[in-house]
């Protein structure tokens, strides 16, 4: 991790002990149901099994982790069985750690089978959960009964996304009404135990933006945002906005006055920020696309946006929000997820901001407490709202897919934000793509005003123009990432003083070498030029990297295996090249990583790029397109690699320091006749003119080149790989 410390604890920049809030942190736990399918996001993070986490979030300098001990999980089946196995271990193991847990009751449920959100019993049922958590770990003092209860009610009885599956207004109502009770009700009882509990109460921090002509929307949606902490704090009185609409849909009086009657202010309001919290309404639904169109009770039509690529000047951003709530609540407040999905350099740009926004807030007068790093472990399928599983996953601190949590440059930043150190990394010179103008819509960009990397910015410099130095390019462009590509004639990566002018000219912070011998039929004709290529050249730029301390990025292929494996081949696993191409590769690792031990080796299997007119995939539609019949291998099992994602995820991983070997391919493997097959009927090409060609005699490639790693599937599946080439393809 690049840094730059700006000072002690008590330095100026880095705020002091009094401008600085406590950094806590949360693990995505949401349970959830969609018809009878349960989504249980610690088992999808494989966290139930693997108490040694919570270890390594603590040693990370987290002062209290939201953590949940759920209703559902607890008592699924019936209220009077219960099951503290996980609890017991996790919260004690919290203790020891030092850790304080924000105990969690419901996050994003609908309760056990046995209830939901609109039974008249939820509350009541809450309560005796609570009672029994408190009851056996009296030592807790702070507690979330119910996560983001408008979210909740929204997603669950307005949206229709999540179970009871209702779409109304009147639903929706009675779902938010029925989680507010049940908080109150549930703090009581916790309270009759430990009467110091603090309720940490967390919700969305949304706000609504619109044109003028629908400025009656957003005022009612504004309004709306804070029903769930109106509710707590007893203010839906007779002048309150949305008394109105409670009443006339179904609320009765007696149920709004249980809660003046019962008032329950959060101790710590914890509001959520995402960057689809803001949102834009705009009535001129033809300046969008179909899926932001919709409409409200009054028959208006209207697209709803995200207000950071509808609106032009942006959204108001999460200071501008935070300062409304202290303003209308003045009581301590919290932001309790801090999450971007997204590649690595923009998550820890929006993680600095925050911490930046909330120190800021402090030295306002703001009682900001504490800034959360949401998802420590990540999260699954969020993506599809966990409607269904497609195996999405964003990575967060810790990135879980090999089955054990490995650091990301996000845990380095928590670190160095835990001790009062303000981090730098050159991914995080240039601002977020909420910032830049090609956050907005194409239609609305002007396009002179489109960001340019800052000519200050240290670049990655990216040794070959060829299709994965361009591919490279690319990604740096889409992530604000200042580089710097140079081609052979520009950079004879094999010349040694070439290659350290190179480097002392670009000042990079990290060096791709994409450049090399890409031609494996060619390889056998031409084996000293491929050799001299791919591998005296790769360790020639490696001894530079290392002479100057820069971080390598080199390429190697599923060709460096014999092919007489029936499983895919992982990185442990001994080479043994039956070609000169794989050759070439398997002498390039060796050398590079000698000469250069910290350097990343990827291993990539067949190359697919929907840009390359020299791309395999690419000329064999082009040849069904022109009207041949074309015979392709079905000989050889192999691995494929779509381009755009090797180069942002090896981006991703030079970001966080990762060295050795790593084998990125897009998950499963096929021969080129069942790629092409696939790949024909997705553009619609004639699939009836492809035919599988008998196996060459004339090369010696490996039966069965197929990659797996043990870092796990760190590209998406083949057939998501060929949807994304197939749609590549036919924009370009």
Known sequence: ????????????????????????????????????????????????????????????????????????????????????????????????????????????????????????????????????????????????????????????????????????????????????????????????????????????????HSTPRLRYQARRENHRRWLSMDLLCGRVGPRHPMRRLLLSHGIAEAELAFFRENPCPPDVMGFNYYVTSERYLDHRV?????????????????????????????????????????????????????????????????????????????????????????????????NRLVTRLDGHY??????????????????????????????????????????????????LRRASRAARPRPEARPVLIAGAGTLGRAFARACEQRGLAYRLLGRAELDIGDAGAAAAALAAARPWAVVNAAGYVDVDGAEREPERCHRDNHHAAETLARACAAAGLPLATFSSNLVFDGRGDRPYVETDETGPSCVYGLSKAAAERAVLAAHPSALVVRAGAFLCGRSSRSKLTRLLDALAAGERVAVSDAEVLSASYVPDVAHTTLDLLVDGADGLWHLANGGGGSWFEMARAAARLVGAPVARLAPAAPRTDRALPRFSVLGSLHGAMLPPLDKALHSWAHERNAA
Request: glycine content about 10%; charged content about 25%.
């Open 1 to 208: 991790m690049w840094r730059e410390s700006m000072g002690g604890p008590d330095s100026g920049a880095a705020g002091g002990t009094h401008d600085r809030p406590e950094l806590w942190a949360g693990i995505e736990c949401t349970v959830n149901r969609v018809g009878d399918q349960w989504f249980d996001q610690l088992e999808l993070l494989g966290h139930t099994g693997r108490a040694d986490d919570l270890d390594a979030v603590a040693a990370l300098g987290i002062a209290a982790l939201r953590y949940p001990v759920l209703w559902e999980t607890v008592s699924p089946d019936a209220p009077d069985r219960a099951d503290w196995r996980f609890p017991d271990e996790r919260l004690l193991r919290l203790r020891a750690l030092g850790v304080r847990p924000i105990v969690t009751l419901v996050h994003h449920g609908s309760g056990p089978r046995y209830t939901d959100l609109l039974d008249p019993g939820f509350a009541e049922g809450l309560a005796v959960h609570a009672a029994a958590v408190a009851e056996r770990y009296p030592w807790l003092d702070a507690y979330t009964p119910v996560n983001e209860p408008l979210t909740t009610a929204r997603f669950s009885a307005l949206y229709g996304h999540w179970y009871p599956h209702h779409r109304s207004q009147g639903s929706f109502l009675r779902a938010l009404v029925n989680e507010c009770r049940a908080t109150v009700l549930a703090m009581q009882a916790i309270r009759r135990v430990n009467p110091s509990a603090q309720l940490i109460q967390t919700e969305d921090l949304g706000k609504t």
């Open 394 to 443: 964003e990575s967060g601190m810790f990135d879980v897919r090999s089955g054990r949590p490995r650091p990301t440059a996000l845990a380095e930043l928590a670190r160095a934000l835990a001790r009062g150190e303000r981090p730098s990394h050159p991914a995080m010179a240039l601002p977020g793509w909420w910032r830049r103008e090609d956050r907005l819509l194409p239609g």
């Open 286 to 382: 033809e300046r969008y696309p179909a899926e932001y169109h919709g409409g409200n009770d009054r028959g208006d039509r209207y697209a709803d946006i995200e207000a950071l690529r509808g609106r032009r000047q942006g959204p108001e951003g999460l200071g501008a929000l935070l300062r409304e709530a202290w303003a209308r609540y003045r009581r301590p407040l919290a932001i309790t997820e801090c999450h971007l999905g997204g590649t690595r350099d923009e998550q820890m740009r929006w993680l600095a901001e925050g911490w930046d926004t909330a120190c800021a807030l402090r030295r306002e007068g703001v009682d900001l407490r504490a800034l959360t790093i949401w998802a420590a472990l990540g999260l699954r399928d969020w």
